[in-house]
């Protein structure tokens, strides 16, 4: 279709699986959207559950992180739409982690900045 700035999954979230670490974005707005099964949606207000014909959305910038926890002995199949916005960066609340643009590239850093390094063996 032509689209650069627009994105839409289907996602098939399997039993005992969660989507992403919980998580938010600082400039990209994410909406799902449930086509199948029983779904638990966690943010900072705790824990709810979105069934089909279900919907919740994530504006962009605000600091409450998010995912999605199939806690059903069923596949849960949603989809996932956000507008892919290249100065993007994602937090991670519960965990010492942060996705940054640094030198055109997705990187993964600490909170402080600092990038992750590959541990040698």
């Known amino acids: 279709a032509g689209l650069s700035r627009f994105g839409v ?3 098939r ?15 990209e707005e994410e909406f799902v959207y449930v086509l199948e099964g029983e ?6 207000a705790g ?6 014909g ?7 910038g605000r600091p409450d992180g998010h995912q999605l926890v199939n806690r059903s002995e069923h596949d ?3 989809l996932e739409v956000g507008d892919r916005r290249p100065e993007d960066e994602v937090e991670y609340p519960d965990i010492d982690l942060r996705l940054k643009l640094l030198d055109g590239k ?3 850093v600490h909170k402080d900045g600092k990038p992750w390094e590959e541990k040698k063996s």
């Not at 979230?13 to 400039?27: D, E, M, V």
């Not at 824990?47 to 089909?52: C, D, E, I, K, M």
């Not at 279900?54 to 962009?60: E, N, R």
């Open 9 to 11: 999954n289907l996602v």
């Open 13 to 27: 979230l399997p039993p005992g699986t969660a989507s992403a670490l919980r998580h938010w974005h600082t400039a």
């Open 39 to 44: 779904v638990a949606l966690v943010t900072d």
């Open 47 to 52: 824990t709810q559950t979105l069934g089909p």
């Open 54 to 60: 279900m919907a919740a959305g994530f504006p962009a």
């Open 76 to 78: 849960v199949l949603y």
């Open 106 to 108: 997705d990187t993964f």
